[in-house]
């Protein structure tokens, strides 16, 4: 199990931009073995997978943010990032990271939330028009 905590969340406007940080607690060698993922929740929804990244790098984004969010990790750092672009009131909503031992490789890209043992604590973004 790994502590994770998320920053970069607040407020812009419409085309704007924000950075989410999600980074160990403390420092673990074995970062670089965990899939993982962002998923957004907004009231009354159900949490939505937005992008994942597995152990050897690979990528998804769902098709909401494909183009516009990108998921990256330094694994030196234990942090995991999601620089997030032309951003829309669409994008509101609370951001969690997550991570798993589960999956590596490719299996780690059609992870869902049921599958991710660690999580953050949230960080919210706010898209006003």
């Known amino acids: 199990q790994v502590q994770l905590v998320e920053s970069g969340g607040g407020s812009v406007q419409g085309g704007g931009s924000l950075r989410l940080s999600c980074a160990a607690s403390e420092y673990t060698a074995t970062w670089s073995t965990y899939c993982m993922a962002w998923f957004r929740q907004a009231p009354g929804k159900e949490r939505q997978k937005v992008a994942g990244i597995s152990t050897d790098n690979r990528t998804w984004y769902a098709n909401p943010v494909k183009g516009r969010f990108s998921i990256s990790k330094d694994d030196a750092k234990n942090t995991l990032y999601l620089q997030m672009n032309s951003l829309t009131p669409e994008d509101t909503a609370m951001y969690y990271c997550?991570?798993?031992?589960?999956?590596?490789?490719?299996?780690?890209?059609?992870?869902?939330?049921?599958?991710?043992?660690?999580w953050g604590q949230g960080t919210q973004v706010t898209v006003s028009p």
């Open positions: 997550a991570a798993t031992k589960r999956f590596k490789g490719q299996y780690c890209l059609i992870a869902g939330h049921r599958d991710f043992d660690d």
